[in-house]
């Protein structure tokens, strides 16, 4: 399938190096201490963040730092065909602890000891890039707790199809299997917090000065997983 | 996103900021003291924002940033409003919006001995002041001043009260006093006690007069700075929308009293 026409469009009328629209809104969630809903396009997330609290559960208590728990849910209506998977699937746990570790690494946990701060991050729509889009909604649902934070983290995907580099795939250009990254940053700090290689084939050929980066990247992140 | 260059304090002045920037570069300002407030932290030459808001600075050296949040964070010498949860023999537990419930010890009443213990029932609201606010422990709380006295602490009777966020509280409390309340007063007699945690307890001779009071403290949250004008034409709408004609309440005009 063609993903890019010769012009140099994606199929959603993008550049190859174009992002989605966003928007962003503070203050959706009335009864959350912090909540923002996220838009990436035809991506819509909307994260709430309650705490610091008590810890409700005591052996999970950490008396040097916050405990930072992190629930990601799909909603049925998100995606075209109504789908009711069981709450606890992997790609939901995963995506909650991929959420929870970015977000552990810029929040300033030694602060708030003996606490606990919930992330909830709920895909109203989806259409690609919902691991980003949940991490920057989270960033701001937390700015908007006024929990202290190193640097706002910010997210986004990238893929490569066609010997085209493309910068935040839609649900079309994601589900065509060629290899995608997610990466979050600290702009300020200048520092990545997250790399995730998504699919596994990987093009070993034509690759552009920009893609080559990203590949030793995902080696990087395999040697790291083990 | 900062174009200025960080280092000259009044590029980021009354800007807002976000997690992350930096504000104030310590190796050119030699020599000079600076004080930190909420939202700052030292990072060895860069002073960095931990929390979105209002970049501020009290001449001629404190720094700290105002913002405005749902949860409050316990700190030394506030004034808050507290509900108390649960008694203990020691002490009260009382809801004070922060992370941790805070404790009340039942002996930080003026004149307060083991005879002469107060009974709070849950769900009572008091009027406290915070003596204790360590990270990681309960912060414990006191309902005498300084001194010893009374001073206005104690249980709220009567009244309403309403949550609001952290930031419309101060602003309640900023002296000169909050143009809203003042507009108020000029027509309205009523009682107000305002905590740092986001909680405003309002009491007035008719409940119609506490509903104005309060609708209007509650809808100033997202009110700018503007003219006497516009604020009085604002308040002539919440009137009508409470079916009062505004500066038509038969009560004396004075001044409110704010504790």
Redesign the interface.
């Known amino acids: 399938m063609e993903f890019v026409s010769p012009e140099g469009l994606r199929l959603d009328g993008r550049r190859p190096t174009e992002m989605r629209q966003i928007r962003a809104e503070l203050g959706a969630v009335a009864k ?3 909540s923002a809903v996220f838009e990436m396009g035809n991506t819509k997330v909307v994260a709430a963040v309650y ?4 810890v409700q559960n005591r052996s999970q208590q950490l ?1 040097d730092q916050a405990l930072v728990r992190c629930e990601y849910s799909m909603a049925n209506f998100s995606t075209g065909d109504r789908m009711r998977k069981p709450k606890g699937d992997r790609r939901s746990t995963e995506i909650s602890l991929v959420i929870r570790q970015t977000m552990e690494a ?1 929040i ?1 946990t030694h ?5 606990q701060i919930d992330i909830f991050v709920q895909v109203l729509q989806a259409d690609g890039g919902t691991r980003s889009a949940c991490i920057n909604a989270a960033t701001l649902a937390l ?10 983290v910010t997210s986004c995907s990238a893929g490569y199809l066609n010997s085209t580099p493309l910068l935040d795939l839609n649900y079309v250009e994601d589900s065509a299997r060629g290899p995608d990254v997610t990466v979050g940053i ?4 200048d520092k990545v917090t997250l790399l995730q290689r998504i699919s596994c084939r990987l093009c070993m050929t034509d690759t552009t000065g920009e893609y080559k980066g990203i590949r030793i990247s995902t080696r990087w992140i395999n040697y790291n997983e083990g | 996103m900062a174009k200025e260059q960080p280092g000259s304090p009044a590029s980021f002045v009354d800007q807002l900021v ?5 504000v104030l570069d310590l190796s050119n300002m030699a020599n000079q003291t600076i004080k930190l407030g909420s ?1 700052l ?1 030292q990072e060895s030459d860069a002073i ?1 924002v ?4 209002k970049f501020r600075l009290s001449k001629p050296n404190k720094y700290w940033v105002e ?5 409050y ?1 316990p700190c030394l010498g506030d004034s808050i409003l507290g509900i108390v949860v649960d008694s203990k023999a020691d002490n009260f537990l009382v809801d004070i919006k922060g ?3 805070a404790f009340l010890p039942v002996l930080a009443f003026e004149g307060g001995t083991r005879r002469n213990i107060p009974k709070f029932e849950a769900g009572t609201l008091l009027y406290v002041r915070v003596v204790k606010a360590n ?2 422990m309960n912060a414990e709380l006191s309902c005498t001043d300084a001194s010893g006295k009374a001073a206005e602490f104690g249980p709220l009777k009567d009244g309403y009260m309403f949550e609001c966020s952290t930031g419309l509280s101060r602003t309640l409390l900023s002296s000169p006093p909050c143009p809203v309340l003042e507009a108020l007063g000029k027509k309205i007699s009523f009682e107000v006690a305002v905590g740092l945690n986001g909680r405003v307890w309002v009491n007035a001779a008719s409940p119609s007069t506490v509903i104005i009071t309060a609708n209007a403290i509650m809808k100033s949250e997202s009110l700018s700075v503007q003219s006497d004008l516009n604020l009085y034409a604002w308040m002539e709408d919440i009137c009508s929308s409470c079916g009062v004609v505004y500066g038509d309440t038969q009560t004396p005009a004075i001044q409110p009293s704010i504790w």
């Not at chain 1, 600290?186 to 700090?189: D, G, W």
């Not at chain 2, 931990?50 to 808001?53: E, I, L, N, S």
């Open positions: 959350a201490d912090g705490g610091p609290r008590e008396s810029c300033m602060l708030m000891p003996r606490s700015a908007d707790a006024g929990i202290p934070m190193h640097d706002l600290l702009p300020k700090l | 976000v997690p992350g920037d930096v939202g932290r960095s931990t929390k979105a808001g913002s405005s949040q749902k949860r964070v992370p941790a419930l990270p990681g």
